[in-house]
C-alpha cells in the first residue's frame, strides 16, 4: 500500500500492481474529476455532478464523453476509485506541466488539470493500430492514469523505442514516429507490433500487458455455442 501527502490531495493506493485502488479526501468545497463508472464508494456529503468533456472526440478516443465532478459540501468528503481495467494506478502532480495519455488510461484528476482530446494525425493513429486521439492532460494539480497490467516509469535521455500497445503515457517535449522493427516481413511474420520510436527528454510510462494478445490467447477457450 502507498500513502502519500503531497500539496495536492491527500490519498493512498491499495492492491497493486494487479488491481488498483484509490482512496483520495476531497477538502470541503474543493471538487474531483473522475472518469464516469470509477466511483467505487464515497461519503454521503460528496456531490456528484456529470458534465459533457471533449464531445465527440471523446468517444472516438474511446472514452466516455462523460466526466464526473466529485465536490465536498459542509465538511471533508472521501471517495474510492477503481479503473475498469485490471492493472495498476499512477499518480503524478503536475506543475504547469503536459502529459498525454492513452486512450482509455484517465482515472481522476484536480479541477485545475485541463483534460482535453487531441489529434494525434491520421497517419500515427492509423498505423499505430491504437487510436487517432490522445487525451491531453495540462495545467497544475494531482493526475491519476491506469494501465493493463504493472505500470513502468522509465527515463528518456535521447531515444528510446516502446511497442504502440505497451504505451501509456508520456511527457510533452518527446516527439515520436510510428515504425516496424526490422521492415515489414518482421511486422507480419516476427509476432512483433508497430512501435513508437521517441526522441528527446522526458519520461515515458509502459504497460506490461496488452489487451489484444490476451485475447487472441484466451479466444480458443470460449464457450463454444450448442448446435442446433
Known amino acids: 500500500m502507498e ?3 503531497f500539496k495536492g490531495f491527500n490519498f493512498k493506493m491499495e492492491c497493486q500492481p494487479d488491481y488498483g485502488f484509490v482512496t483520495i479526501d476531497i477538502p470541503s468545497g474543493k471538487k ?12 454521503t456529503n460528496i456531490e456528484m455532478k456529470t458534465k459533457m468533456k471533449g464531445g465527440l472526440s471523446r468517444l472516438l ?17 472521501q471517495i474510492q476509485i477503481a479503473p475498469a481495467c485490471p492493472g495498476d494506478v499512477k499518480h503524478v502532480y503536475l506543475s504547469n506541466e503536459t502529459i498525454y495519455l492513452q486512450n482509455t488510461a484517465f482515472l481522476a484528476s484536480s479541477e485545475t488539470i485541463n483534460v482535453e482530446t487531441k489529434w494525434q494525425g491520421f497517419a500515427k493513429g492509423f498505423f499505430s493500430g491504437e487510436n487517432f486521439f490522445l487525451i491531453k492532460c495540462s495545467g497544475e494539480g494531482d493526475l491519476w492514469f491506469n494501465s493493463y497490467g504493472g505500470n513502468i516509469q522509465i527515463d528518456v535521455e535521447d531515444g528510446y523505442v516502446v511497442d504502440t500497445g505497451h504505451i501509456v503515457a508520456f511527457t510533452e517535449g518527446l516527439e515520436y514516429q510510428i515504425s516496424t522493427v526490422g521492415g515489414y516481413k518482421s511486422l507480419f511474420f516476427s509476432g512483433e507490433g508497430l512501435v513508437c520510436k521517441f526522441s ?6 509502459i504497460q506490461t500487458r496488452k489487451i489484444v494478445p ?15
Not at 474531483?32 to 461519503?43: F, G, I, R
Not at 528527446?200 to 510510462?205: E, P
Not at 490476451?214 to 442446433?228: E, H, N, Y
Open 3 to 5: 500513502t502519500t501527502n
Open 200 to 205: 528527446g527528454k522526458g519520461k515515458i510510462w
Open 61 to 77: 478516443s474511446g472514452e466516455s464523453m462523460f466526466i464526473n465532478d466529485f465536490k465536498a459540501n459542509n465538511g471533508d468528503g
Open 32 to 43: 474531483l474529476k473522475v472518469e464516469a463508472s470509477a466511483m467505487a464508494t464515497m461519503d
Open 214 to 228: 490476451f485475447l487472441t490467447w484466451v479466444f480458443p477457450f470460449r464457450p463454444a455455442p450448442k448446435k442446433s
